[in-house]
């Protein structure tokens, strides 16, 4: 598997995770392959309960206003994309 499959493989399991493990959140591809935001159902219009995953940088991050519910969920999935990544060998 070459890196940009491996990348691509990240991407699919990371994506799948999210989806079997919360359901609360939604995807919402920004059409451009670079940025996914995880929208929880709690969406309040501002972005504070939004987690965007970024496919290139293989990152996470939300804004310092989200909920606490949304910080910790996004700590969890950022250790579940660290697990993926290093099992690939890309770090």
Not at 13 to 41: A, C, K, M, Q
Not at 78 to 90: A, F, R
């Amino acid at each position: 598997m070459n890196k940009t499959q491996k990348r691509k493989e990240v991407t699919k399991r990371f994506l799948t995770y999210v989806e079997e493990t919360f359901p609360n959140y939604e995807l919402d591809d920004d059409g451009f392959g670079g940025y996914i935001s995880l929208v929880h159902s709690k969406y309040n219009g501002l972005n504070d309960n939004v987690i965007t995953f970024h496919r290139s940088y293989r990152d996470l991050f939300c804004l310092d206003s989200a909920s606490k519910q949304v910080k910790q969920d996004c700590e969890t999935m950022n250790k579940k994309l660290v697990e993926i990544i290093t099992e690939l060998e890309l770090i």
